[in-house]
């Protein structure tokens, strides 16, 4: 009878039931999605980094080294000679030192001149094709073959400059570079990325630069300590010599994040706000409910209904309410990932796991207020008076 | 079967709050008592006592119904009373919009686990007495008030009640619909129920009369306002 009574009572309000279930839904997605998604983030931004201890470019701010050479989101400081990089690599301590060239894009993706460590190093992989073997030879990442429809054997030419918005920079029309292979997704940044042999990116800056000389110049290098030690001293080594800097992108991370430290705390308490909303939504929607039925359920403890009964439909109505708005709660998260997968950030590796857990923690949290959301409302209903309301009607 | 001594009540606890007094009466099996008695007189007060919607309050008179002493119960024990033992018509046609006619009839019985196929029956063969069975599926908003009165009277009769208590059964109904409750309310009593009719209605002990003859007569106890501070 109570489950009859609980569908009856929601079948007969379609619209205020849907209205209630979608405020507290929107609450909780959204409160989910921006915890879940701040994560998601943070990992991607790890991730990127992963494997690289130091960063070795030109003199100048070391978190714009970084964020150039790993996240590709900011220009270079100038160059280093590939004669520093062949030294860096004789040194015992750095297990690798991959050079990278960049100055050029295609389809706002940044073209990497570099040598054959760099593919393997970000965990590459071929989807089709083969990997570069003579300079203009290009591997496109996986997003930027998505985004651009290039295929393999196609020619395209490099724009002088760098990312989105730097197809109206010079084109090198007489350098036309031919996609010999297509890399599997990695998650990482080498998705949006052009690869190379740096000897296509001197080619085709020759009379741009002055490496024209002979002198031949890398962006940075990528440089893989043989252990903690190295990490600890080559920085040092490095910012001794004149031109050089070093970088550690864990250091420079962590510095940049620890500045929006607080920014991390107002999504937070953003999140509690919305959640918060929600269950005042619920308990609006619950207490608006309870006033319209007072004569029903005074009639109902006049038929024989226990106060348990009555409580028992109070508190059924709110967890059909709270399960179906976690449900579609669910589904906006899952759609809110993919949009984030497919549209704002290609490549970004999302855990449908973590995402679960997330999932359940928030909607953990939204049953837990849901319930004392429901207290109010069970204790007017508890205390209904059967008299006056059948008397009164 | 039903016993009320000296009984009284107060809404209030504080001794400002006017007592209404009831004074003592008794009704058995197979008897109907009409009670009298203009708006505040306390019809309805009384009959919320002894359906146990209302607590009997300490030294304020007693109530033996069957075997049980109401004043004694506890507010679950007298929820008990119905709708097994007390069938209550309410005031008014109370019926839950949410559930069809047939639900509502049935809604004593379903709440008390108790609604099997012969209780089913039960309510179909009431509803086809009171002439609604053909609006057995319908939502109550549909019915009429003589209709709506009529499936409210077939609730409070569908558990087999010992008491039945009518609170204005027949007001702003139509003549063939009071007729209808009224001739059903004698058919109960007949079959050895006992009714308590609370009723400014002058119509209706000539009702019951024409429609019942001495088989089930029908006794009358006028309350008047005997408030005191």
Known sequence: MTALLIRRFLADRPWQFALAVMLCALGMASAIAIVWLQSVLEQHARRQAQGIDIVVGAKGSALQNVLAAVYYLDVPNGNITLKEVDALRANPQVAKAIPIGIGDSVGGARIVGTTDEFIPFYGGTLASGTFATAPMDAVLGAGVARRTKLKLGDSFVGAHGLGHGSESGDAHDSYPYRVVGILNPTGRVIDETVVTPVESVWLVHEGHSASANGDREATFALIQAKGPIGVATLPRLINARPGLQAAVPALESARLLTSFNWVALVVKVFAGILVIAAMASLLGALLQALARREPDLALLRAMGATRGTLAGLMLGESLVLITVASVVAGGLVALAAWSFQTFALPGVVIDAGEGFLYGFAGLGIAALLAALATIPVLRRCLSIDVAAQLSSR | MLTVTGLSHRYSATAVAPEIRFGSFSLDSGQALLLRGGSGAGKSTLLHLLCGVLQIQPASGSVTLGEQSLQTLTRAERDGLRPYTVGWMPQRQFLMTSLTVLENVLLPASLAGRADETTRQRATDLLQSFAIADLAQLRPQTLS????????????????????????????????????????MARYVERG?????????PAIHALWASVSGNSAPLAEIELTETRSK
Do not use: M, N, Y
Not at chain 2, 169 to 177: F, K, Q, Y
Not at chain 2, 193 to 201: E, Q, R, V, Y
């Open chain 2, 145 to 184: 008030v003589g209709q709506a009165a009529r499936a409210s009277l077939a609730r409070a009769l569908v558990t087999q009640p010992k008491l039945l208590l009518a609170d204005e059964p027949t007001a702003a109904l139509d003549a063939v619909s009071s007729r209808l409750v009224i001739e059903q």
């Open chain 2, 193 to 201: 129920g006992a009714a308590i009719i609370a009723s400014h209605d």
